[in-house]
């Protein structure tokens, strides 16, 4: 898990994904790559990371082992 809070996905992610879904290839995917890393898998392990300390929180404070 990584240490940095989530702040949301934002206009980036949301052109990467229209871009994607547009130039459905490995080709193009190669070239962006490093898009794919920025705009939508940090932000989105950024957000499993808080959902789980959410849940994690919440299973504690219902008694849920």
């Known amino acids: 898990m990584n240490n940095k809070s989530f702040e949301g996905f934002n206009q980036g992610t949301l052109d990467f994904l229209g ?3 547009k130039n459905n290839n490995r080709d193009w995917f190669s070239t962006h790559k490093q ?3 920025t705009h939508y898998k940090q932000p989105a392990s950024d ?5 789980s ?9 219902l008694n849920i082992p």
């Open 53 to 61: 300390l959410a849940l994690t929180g919440l299973s504690e404070h």
């Open 35 to 37: 898009d794919f890393e």
């Open 47 to 51: 957000f499993a990371a808080e959902l």
């Open 19 to 21: 871009s994607l879904k």
